[in-house]
């Protein structure tokens, strides 16, 4: 049997972070109450126009520079129609000619065969970033055959990244997708957890023999976890492999991700063909950022936007504080990985070191064997963790002064996570975990024993 | 004769001076407007509010501290404006009943200067037409159908036949407002233009009709037609009084991202006496195919008036004309089936009972909701923006748009300082005539003048020229450069005073207007 070369493509929004909506002043908020957020424009009362949000335009360059794109200094909004509930006007409104930005790049890491010790780097072309308009929520009421429209996220701001299909299975997408929510998160320009919607990834998904032209792709949506975004891709790509083996065809359609099922399902929802009538949005003239070299003199630096003045202070991207802690800490590329992989964690192990004498290359096995696998066994976030990097710290300095032995350590580690409140040192007092240090107590101790076992 | 006064020179002096107070004012206009009703000229008269802002501005008169000129002056507003807490239909079941929680910027505009708000007026149904024929609230009445001017000239046909089967249209689509005006129960009255909507019911009523130059008047709270052409317009009896409205309206708007944010300074027209420094243009192509000879000879007869008052006139040519029709169609239609997909009856206006589906509720909410006209022009425009269709419509529309406005700018680059133009083919056309023909095509005939205008942006006004031998009026077109609204308005005010166009003979106003002020001059032009 010939391979197969599974090809994968992913179209990710994220919800941009801002205090309010990309065309309009009603606030930006999660679970508020229904219909609490919306504002005369979003519910698209007629005679209503859009204003740009200049904080969205901010997020978005940021984003394009952060993933190495060329940031168009003209761009264009399009309206795109269709009519569904949670759309009120009938149109979103979206970057479909000229986007923000374009030709980017995105390198993430993946372990090979499981092993954190190999590590290997992997690219993913970005096509583009545009920005657009968030739908409102429908729910289905089954019962009374009715369908409750929410309006609140109608009209928040969002990027939709475009990442070529370069990936070739579902650990390759979501290592791509969660660097890149990381960087989303450290620019500040969209909190992107996925459970909050701030995150949804669309996968575009096709198989082809070497040599071939591409397969037929089907796109998977319903995604809301980076591990089903894996699962997904994966079960879509062996249903594609066993369908075109067994002599079937691949339909391009929409398929859902039943995560219950673990499977993906044709969803009747969407129309497959639908011609979405763009047209330029009258109500915008164009999007023109400057740079350094661009910007007019007179120009009041109110009204624009200077590319090169967000360029400069853009914070240090995961990558780079990656090499930083390997460089600064001496710990290994695969151990920054981790520590950037686990909200705060990093800033958790930084922590630490700066109060305690022991090197950060052997704290850095507290951190990730320890702490984080006590983490992960209950669940908790590093933020909600009950051993602080205060008591940590004191913790290790023990040991460092070898007052007590790292077995003991272990146990104090243990009696610190059920947060009595106690102190590393109280706790060693309290189980009488010291090691003896003072060479002629410990004499007497061992002549003691051999009294004791000379009487017998 | 206070309600046949001009703003700047005596009704606003009248208020100040205590001569007539806003509530005075404020109560004649609503008599007039019962007496004039079958006109049908208002779909909203809101009497409570308007006698309530008349207080407040006689108050502010009282204590002598006026908002401005326009403080007490009764206004109308054609009903496709945004008005918080007063019904705003577009003349369509789709928004019967709808009350908007907010004010067009416009309005708030006027409102903030102390104007009293008397009523909402008629339209053509979402301002798609060229007569104010076909809102649901039933066609608008020129008013000049009752003049005495016109009832001299008309010819019965028989004993029996009367008033009622002769009257003539306002053109449109802001018949109403241009009704109101001309009929003397406001004083201003604001209408939009999106291809001649203004300035054509303007030249049929005999009243000034000012399209600006876009980007001018913000367009926040304006229901739009066509988002890339439409205008606030201006109606008025005089051109003093339009460049008034237009000091007060001007200006950049935050919530309209289309208008310009350079400042704009309201100004006084200069009374003109020197035009030899002027050079107007005559546009050979708007010699268009049914152009009336009563209307061609008023426009050459003008063109001759600058010509020996001193002015250089030339021949000019604007070759992309006759595009502008079929080019204009394209574009509005698309940008009509666009905007009007936000009428599904879900969040506001009319929702149909069908339940079935949420398709089916939306299918038959806009069916019921929206006349032929409107969905003739969605279909249409929802055609041209088909993938398949877009480059081959679409996007050629936009580069003939292109063409036709680099015509404008080619001639203005030549030294000519305002083109001259006839307004419409013809005078008013009695109703029953008009509706022969459907509405698409009766705008294709009506708008070919005016129309370019607005693919280009440019500032344009209609200026009341003369009566026409059935004693209608006629006007003619001035069209300036992009936001030259002064000398733009500055010359057609020239041309005003030159002309002497008549005064309306209306019973029902002699009955209504027995004030203070002395009747203006009648000496007419033609």
């Not at chain 1, 040991?399 to 272990?410: C, G, V, Y």
């Not at chain 2, 000034?208 to 066509?226: A, C, F």
Request: with cysteine.
């Amino acid at each position: 049997l010939a391979p197969w070369i599974p090809v994968v493509g992913l179209e990710i929004h994220a919800q941009i972070s801002s205090k309010s909506k990309l065309f309009s002043g009603s606030q930006v908020q999660f679970a508020a109450p229904p219909n609490s957020l919306v504002s005369f424009f979003d519910a698209s009362l007629p005679g209503t126009l859009p204003v740009l949000n200049r904080r969205c335009v901010e997020a978005a360059v940021m984003t394009g520079l952060a993933l190495n794109c060329s940031i168009n200094k003209k761009s264009l909004f399009d309206r795109k129609h269709y009519f569904y509930a949670d759309l009120p006007a009938g149109y979103q409104i979206t970057q479909q000619r000229v986007p923000i930005a374009v030709n980017g790049s995105l390198s993430y890491s993946l372990c090979i065969d499981n092993k954190m010790s190999q590590m290997v780097t992997k690219t993913v072309r970005i096509k583009q970033i545009q920005l657009e308009q968030d739908s409102g929520k429908s729910l289905h009421d089954d019962t009374r055959s009715q369908t409750l429209v929410d309006l609140n996220r109608a009209g928040v701001g969002l990027m939709e990244v475009v990442m070529e299909p370069d990936m070739c299975c579902g650990e390759e997408a979501a290592a791509a997708v969660r660097e890149l929510q990381l960087i989303l998160q450290t620019l500040g320009s969209s909190q992107a957890v996925m459970a909050e919607g701030q995150l949804r990834v669309d996968a575009n998904v096709s198989v082809h023999h070497p040599g071939e032209p591409y397969g037929v792709r089907t796109e998977v949506k319903n995604i809301n976890s980076l591990r089903f975004l894996a699962k997904a891709i994966d079960y879509e790509i062996q249903r594609q492999i066993e369908e075109l083996e067994n002599g079937g065809t691949i339909l391009n359609e929409t398929r859902a991700f039943d995560s219950k099922l673990g499977c993906t399902v044709p969803m009747r929802d969407k129309e497959g063909k639908q011609d979405y009538r763009f047209m330029p949005e009258p109500n915008l003239p164009p999007l023109i950022l400057y740079d350094a070299k661009s910007l007019p003199a007179n120009m009041n630096h109110q009204q624009v936007i200077n590319i090169d003045w967000i360029h400069e202070r853009l914070p240090d991207l995961p990558s780079v504080k990656r090499e930083k802690l390997v460089e600064q800490y001496g710990i290994l590329p695969e151990h920054s990985f981790t520590l950037l992989n686990e909200d705060g964690l990093a800033e958790f192990f930084e922590s630490v070191v700066k109060q305690t004498q022991m090197k950060p290359k052997k704290v850095i096995g507290w951190i990730l064997n320890d702490l984080l696998s006590y983490l992960k066994e209950h669940s908790l976030t590093v933020k909600e963790s009950p051993v602080s990097s205060f008591l940590l710290a004191d913790l290790l300095n023990l040991l460092e002064k070898k007052e007590i032995s790292s077995t003991a350590a272990k146990q104090v580690l243990a009696k610190l996570w059920k947060g009595e409140g106690k102190t590393p040192l109280e706790i060693v007092k309290e189980q009488k975990l010291e090691l003896l240090q003072d060479q002629e107590e410990l004499e007497q101790i061992c002549q003691a024993v051999i009294d004791g076992q000379e009487n017998e | 004769a206070v309600l046949k006064d001009g703003l700047r020179s005596q009704v606003s002096a009248a208020l100040k001076e205590g001569q007539v107070t806003p509530t005075e004012l404020c109560q004649r206009c609503l008599a007039l407007i019962k007496s004039t009703k079958f006109l049908n000229a208002y779909i909203t008269v809101a009497e409570e509010t308007a006698l309530k802002q008349a207080e407040e501005s006689e108050e502010r008169y009282k204590r002598g501290q006026p908002l401005g000129i326009l403080d007490g002056i009764p206004i109308a507003v054609k009903d496709n404006f945004n008005t918080a807490g007063i019904e705003t239909t577009c003349a369509s079941n789709m928004l019967k009943g709808y009350i908007s929680p907010y004010n067009a910027t416009v309005v708030q505009k006027l409102l903030d200067q102390g104007a009293v708000l008397l009523g909402k007026t008629n339209l053509d149904e979402f301002a798609m037409g060229s007569g104010s024929t076909d809102g649901v609230f039933g066609p608008v009445r020129n008013p000049w159908s009752y003049s005495k001017q016109y009832k001299e000239k008309s010819v019965p046909k028989s004993h029996s036949e009367d008033e009622e089967s002769n009257w003539v249209i306002t053109g449109g689509s802001s018949g109403g407002s241009a009704a109101a005006v001309s009929s003397f129960t406001c004083f201003a009255a604001l209408g939009s233009d999106t291809g001649g909507s203004t300035r054509n019911p303007a030249a049929h009523c005999g009243v000034v009709g000012l399209k600006p130059t876009y980007g001018l008047i913000s367009r926040h709270g304006l229901i739009p037609l066509v988002n890339s052409m439409d205008v606030p317009g201006i109606l008025t009896r005089c051109v003093d009084d339009a460049a008034v409205l237009l000091g007060s309206l001007a200006g950049h708007d935050p919530k309209d991202s289309t208008t310009i944010q350079d400042d704009f300074k309201p100004f006084e027209l200069p009374n003109l006496t020197d035009v030899s420094k002027l050079s107007i243009g005559i546009p050979k192509e708007y010699h268009a195919p049914g152009l009336s000879s009563e209307i061609l000879a008023l426009w050459s007869k003008a063109a001759n008036l600058f010509k020996n008052a001193g002015a250089k006139v030339v021949e000019v040519s604007l070759p992309h004309t006759p595009y502008s029709i079929v080019c204009y169609h394209v574009l509005c239609t698309a940008e009509v089936a666009s905007n009007m997909a936000r009428f599904d009856g879900l969040e506001y206006g009319h929702r149909s009972d069908k339940k079935d589906s949420t398709e089916s509720m939306y299918a038959a909410t806009r069916r019921e909701g929206f006349n032929d006209v409107v969905r003739g022009r969605i279909l249409s425009g929802n055609y041209f923006l088909l993938k398949q269709n877009y480059e081959k419509y679409f996007v050629k529309a936009q580069k003939v748009r292109r063409l036709i406005a680099n015509d404008f700018v080619k001639v203005f680059r030549s030294g000519v300082d305002i083109l001259l133009t006839p307004t419409t083919l013809s005078d008013a056309a009695p109703y029953t005539e008009f509706i022969q023909e459907d509405n698409r095509t009766r705008s294709a005939q009506n708008d070919i003048l005016t129309q370019a205008a607005n693919m280009a942006g440019l500032p344009a006004i209609s200026v009341p020229t003369a009566l026409s031998e059935r004693g209608l009026p006629v006007g003619l077109q001035f069209i300036g450069r992009s936001f030259q609204e002064k000398q733009l308005l500055t010359v057609a005010k020239w041309f005003e005073k030159q002309v002497q166009f008549p005064m309306i003979q209306l019973e029902e106003v002699k009955r209504h207007d027995n004030g203070v002020f002395q009747h203006q001059k009648s000496a007419s032009f033609s």
